[in-house]
C-alpha cells in the first residue's frame, strides 16, 4: 500500500525488462543506496526525485526544519555527479539574484550577462514562500521553458534541470502563498516525515561515530550515474505503453475532483499529463514496460495534493487535500 507521504520505495522486477533497461534500473537503485548513506528514511522522497528527473518535473519538498531537505538534494547530486546550487529564499531577494543579471564592463564599455544560481543542474530553492511573488514568478520561466531570458536575450539552462523547492508546514509569519500557477509547474509534492524511532537512532548513532553532513564523500557518497544514465532511462520510460483504459482512469479522476464539493479548484489538464508522466516513470522503475492501475493510484495523492484548493468551510471541518484525493480513489471505477 503506497505510503500517505509519497510512494513507498520499490524493488525492480527484472524478469520483464531488457538488457539495458535491467542495467539503467540497477544505476538508479544504486543512487538510491549512495544516497541512503547519509540520508535516513527518506527512501521515498528519492524515489520521488529520481522519477521528476526521469519526467523533466520539478518538486515541491515540504517539512519541518531539521528533516534533512538541504542534504538530500546535495547527496542525489553528489550520487548522479550533477552540479548543484541553493538558494536561501528571503523577502529581499531580487529576480536577478536567481536568474543573473547584465552587469556594465568598464574595460570594454560593454554590457556582460553574469549568470546567477539557476544556470545548475539541481537548484534547491530553500524556503521558497519566504519571497515575494515577483522573486517568485522568475522561476516560472525556468521551470516551464527551461531558459532565463534577459534584456529580451532567451539563455537555455543546462541539461538535466530540476528545481527543488523547500517550505516550512508550521511557519506562516513572513511567507506569500505560492500562487496556483506556480504550484501547478511543480510535478509532485513530497512531504517527508520526522523520522521513526529506529531511524532517529541510527541518525545519532552516525553523528556519533564521526559522521558529518558537510563531508559527503567521507561518508562514502560516490558518483554511480550521470546526465547520460537519465537520458537514456528517459527513452525507455517513452516507451512504456498506457492502455486507453488507464488514459481513462487517470482523466476520470481527474474530473472527479473538479466535481468535488470539497475543492473549489480541482485538477487541471496539466495535472492529468503529470500524473500520466509520473505513473510511467514508476511503472518503469518497477520493472514493466505497461502502466496499471496500481502505479496510478501510487502517484495520485504526490502528483495532485498541490494541485487542488480545499474550500476554506471544509477545511474547518477538517478536510484535507489527501482525504479529498482518497475519497477520490475510492469512488471512480479501476478498470480491469
Not at 515541491?60 to 538541504?70: H, I, S, Y
Not at 539557476?118 to 515575494?132: H, K, Q, Y
Request: contains cysteine; hydrophobic residues 45%; negative net charge.
Amino acid at each position: 500500500m503506497p505510503s500517505a507521504t509519497a510512494p513507498a520505495p520499490i524493488t525492480p522486477e527484472p524478469r520483464t525488462a531488457s538488457g539495458d533497461d535491467a542495467a539503467l534500473r540497477a544505476s538508479l537503485a544504486a543512487v538510491r543506496a549512495e544516497v541512503a548513506k547519509a540520508v535516513v528514511g527518506q527512501d521515498s522522497a528519492v524515489t520521488c526525485l529520481l522519477i521528476a528527473l526521469l519526467c523533466r518535473g520539478h518538486v515541491l519538498l515540504e517539512g519541518v526544519p531539521g528533516v534533512a531537505k538541504t542534504l538530500l538534494v546535495r547527496t542525489l547530486s553528489a550520487s548522479l555527479s550533477l552540479d548543484t546550487a541553493r538558494v536561501q529564499f528571503t523577502p529581499d531577494l531580487m529576480p536577478g539574484d536567481i536568474t543573473g543579471s547584465l552587469v556594465y564592463d568598464a574595460r570594454t564599455a560593454e554590457f556582460s550577462f553574469r549568470e546567477g544560481p539557476v544556470f545548475t543542474n539541481l537548484l534547491l530553492a530553500d524556503e521558497i514562500n519566504r519571497t515575494p511573488p515577483k522573486t517568485q514568478s522568475s522561476l516560472l520561466e525556468a521551470m516551464e521553458e527551461r531558459q532565463v531570458s534577459v534584456d529580451g536575450t532567451p539563455r537555455p539552462l543546462p541539461d538535466p534541470f530540476l528545481v527543488i523547492a523547500t517550505q516550512n508546514p508550521v511557519e506562516y509569519e513572513g511567507t506569500y502563498p505560492l500562487p496556483e500557477a506556480q504550484l501547478d509547474r511543480f510535478l509532485l509534492k513530497v512531504v517527508l516525515p520526522l523520522p521513526e524511532r529506529e531511524q532517529e537512532f541510527e541518525i545519532l548513532r552516525r553523528h556519533a561515530t564521526g559522521f558529518s553532513p558537510r563531508d559527503l564523500a567521507g561518508a562514502g557518497v560516490r558518483p554511480v550515474a550521470d546526465a547520460a544514465t537519465l537520458e537514456a532511462a528517459r527513452d525507455h520510460v517513452a516507451r512504456v505503453q498506457v492502455a486507453p483504459e488507464i488514459l481513462t482512469y487517470i482523466v476520470d479522476l481527474c474530473r472527479a475532483t473538479r466535481s468535488s464539493p470539497s475543492l473549489s479548484l480541482g485538477v487541471s489538464p496539466r495535472g492529468a499529463t503529470a500524473l500520466l508522466a509520473t505513473s510511467r516513470a514508476w511503472a518503469w522503475l518497477a520493472g514493466r514496460d505497461y502502466v496499471t492501475p496500481d502505479d496510478v493510484k501510487a502517484l495520485v495523492t504526490a502528483t495532485l495534493r498541490h494541485r487542488v484548493q480545499v474550500r476554506p468551510e471544509a477545511e474547518l471541518e477538517g478536510v484535507t487535500a489527501e482525504s479529498v484525493l482518497a475519497t477520490v480513489l475510492a469512488s471512480v471505477p479501476v478498470p480491469r
